[in-house]
């Protein structure tokens, strides 16, 4: 069974905070992805790769970045959290280089609060 | 720039009742794909179906159907007989034509369906 998985369900961080959030897939999947998910704005592409230490910004990348040193894990850092940060995030992951939009598998997700 | 418009945000229906959710997109690519995606309360997006735009065969799966007009810019997707364990958010997203699995998926907003005992 295909397997994304995202290190916390929940997480409450202070403004100020570095915070990591984790992802890892176990498909062998080359690409993979973090997505903000708010009410009313669907999801939002924040940051993806194609591979190990390649990342490409996405549609929303201010106030964060990413680290990809393995195929399977990729993750998404939060410098310095904000209230504004406030929100659900996904992890995705889909076969790379030679398949022809391929579905993304997704995490359950992260819901960040940042008081 | 593409563009993925869900216009209705939520939906109540009662169990058995057919309903259908509207997608239409906009895009200056002559290839491209066209996802729908559920995702239940448990949070994680499950996939549902991917067209390519040079297929505009309608497509069912069982109590779900798919309909594909590239005149109207519309994938539309009706659920026949609904049952409570279809109540999930439901979204339309968009992809460009790519050999790197995907570019950038655009997602609409998404509409939330209750189905109702």
């Known amino acids: 069974d295909v397997k994304v998985t995202q290190s916390s369900r929940y997480l409450v961080k202070r403004t100020g905070e570095k915070v990591f959030l984790e992802c890892v897939q176990d498909m062998d999947h080359e690409n993979m992805f973090w997505y903000r998910q708010d009410p009313g704005l669907g999801l939002r592409l924040i940051y993806f790769?194609?591979?190990?230490?390649?990342?490409e910004k996405g549609d929303i990348p201010e106030g964060y970045s990413v680290s990809r040193e393995k195929k399977e894990r990729f993750s998404l850092i939060l410098e310095s959290a904000s209230t504004n940060q406030t929100s659900m995030y996904l992890c995705a992951s889909s076969k790379g280089r030679g398949s022809l939009n391929t579905e993304a598998f997704f995490g359950q997700g992260t819901r960040l609060t940042v008081v | 720039a593409q563009k993925v418009t869900q216009a209705q945000t939520e939906i109540s229906v009662v169990e058995k009742e057919d309903v259908t959710l509207d997608c239409v997109y906009e895009?200056?690519?002559?290839?491209?794909?066209l996802f729908w995606y559920k995702q239940p309360p448990s949070g994680e997006l499950v996939f549902l179906i991917r067209r390519n735009s040079f297929d505009e065969q309608n497509e069912i799966s069982g109590r779900y159907s798919w309909n594909f007009q590239k005149s109207t810019s519309s994938f539309n997707f009706t659920i026949t007989a609904s049952q409570v364990v279809d109540s999930a958010v439901y979204f339309c997203a968009l992809d460009r034509l790519s050999n790197f699995g995907n570019e950038k998926l655009t997602f609409g907003t998404g509409t939330r369906l209750t189905i109702i005992p």
């Open positions: 790769s194609y591979d190990v230490k390649m990342k």
């Open positions: 895009t200056r690519d002559t290839t491209y794909y």
